[in-house]
C-alpha cells in the first residue's frame, strides 16, 4: 500500500505549550513521553502532555527527530550568529 498523504485538522483553541523537562518510560509494549513545566528555583512542576507511543512508532519517531535536528543544526554551523 502507497504512502498517501494525510489531512490533519488542528483545532483553532490550539495553542503551543513549553516544555523544560521530559521523561521517557519503555515497557516491551508501549513507549510513553511526559512532557512538563518546571519554574526556575522550584523542585515540583506541572505535567503539560503524555504521549503514548508503539514501539514501531516510538523508533519511526525517533529517527525522524534526529534526522531534522541534524539537518537543522548543520545548516547553521558556519553562521556566525548561532
Known sequence: MPDEPIAITIPQD?????????QVTVSDDSVVL???YVRPDR????????IVLSPKHAIDFSR???A???QH??????????
Open 73 to 82: 543544526f548543520t545548516r547553521h554551523l558556519n553562521d556566525p550568529e548561532f
Open 43 to 50: 523542585t515540583t512542576g506541572q505535567l503539560i502532555a503524555e
Open 34 to 36: 511526559q512532557f512538563a
Open 64 to 66: 525522524a527527530l534526529d
Open 68 to 70: 531534522t535536528i541534524k
Open 14 to 22: 490550539t495553542s503551543p505549550t513549553f516544555s523544560n523537562a521530559t
